[in-house]
């Protein structure tokens, strides 16, 4: 079967840092460009960074530039997103997700072909 199975989120206090993980099982991840995404209670998904099949390229949404960075390690078949300075405005749950190729970029929401379970991120003092 295959999935992705984030990991990392946790409680943290404002300015803290945190270091998410997305594991990809049953296929390779080597051709896909592997994404971020966050919701908060009562609002739409929306997407924090992506990162090349080769990890060439990058995004990140206005909102996390300077203080997230996206990397990923493709013989480990994981991908990471690491969050610095985090805000309480940064509390949601964090998905990864992943697609082949992709046809646009950044991928829009609904290109993804596989996506993780999510992971809950709380800053607050």
């Known amino acids: 079967q295959s999935q992705l199975v984030e990991s990392g989120g946790g409680l943290v206090q404002p300015g803290g840092s945190l270091r998410l993980s997305c594991a990809a099982s049953?296929?390779?991840?080597?051709?896909?460009?592997i994404g971020w995404f966050r919701q908060a209670p009562g609002k739409e998904r929306e997407g924090v960074s992506c990162i090349s099949s080769g990890g060439g390229s990058t995004y990140y949404a206005e909102f996390v530039k300077g203080r997230f960075t996206i990397s990923r390690d493709n013989a480990k078949n994981t991908g990471y997103l690491q969050m610095n300075s985090l805000k309480p405005e940064d509390t949601a749950v964090y998905y990864c997700?992943?697609?082949?190729?992709?046809?646009?970029?950044?991928?829009?929401?609904?290109?993804?072909?596989?996506w993780g379970q999510g992971t809950q991120v709380t800053v607050s003092s």
């Open positions: 049953g296929f390779t991840l080597d051709h896909y460009i």
């Open positions: 997700a992943a697609v082949y190729l992709g046809s646009s970029w950044p991928p829009l929401l609904d290109e993804y072909d596989y």
